[in-house]
C-alpha cells in the first residue's frame, strides 16, 4: 500500500465536501499525515458570458469560501487534525493540481455528487479532467448515507 504522507483535502461547504473533509481526516489522522484544506472560488461562472463582472457579488462569494475555509479548518481541528488551509481565485480542475504540485501532495480527497451526463454537459462539469491532471492517488468521497453531522 502507497504511503500518504501529504494530503490535500479540497472543501467547498457542501454535502459532499463535508463527507471528503470526514474521510479525509480520518484517514490523516491514522497516517499521521501533513493535511492541507483547500477551498476554490471558480471564477468561470462569473466571466462566462459578462462583458464585466459584478465585483459586489465576486467579494461576496470570495468572502463565503473564506469563511468555508475557516469552518473547514475548524472542524479539522475539532477532529483532532492540524491542517494548513489554501485559498484560490480560478477554474478547481486548475488550482487542485497545482496546489497537489506545489505542496507535493500523495493524495487528494475531493467529494463527488453524482449527475446524469445531460446535466454535466448543461453545465460544464468536466470532473473527469482531474484525474489526468495529477500525479499522485486521488480519493473519491462520496455521500451514500443520510446526512449526518460533521
Known sequence: MATYRRILLCYNGTREGRCALRLGAELARQLGAETHLLAVVDDAAWARGLDAVPAVAFDFEEMSAKEVLREGVSKLSQLG?????????????????????????????????????????????????????????????????PQQPL
Open 81 to 145: 487534525v492540524a491542517a494548513s488551509g489554501h485559498f484560490a481565485i480560478g477554474n478547481p480542475m486548475n488550482q487542485i493540481p497545482r496546489f497537489a504540485e506545489e505542496l507535493k501532495i500523495d493524495l487528494i480527497v475531493v467529494g463527488h455528487h453524482r449527475s446524469g451526463l445531460l446535466a454535466r454537459w448543461w453545465t460544464g462539469q468536466d470532473d473527469g479532467r482531474l484525474l489526468d491532471r495529477v500525479s499522485c492517488s486521488v480519493l473519491i468521497a462520496m455521500d451514500l448515507q
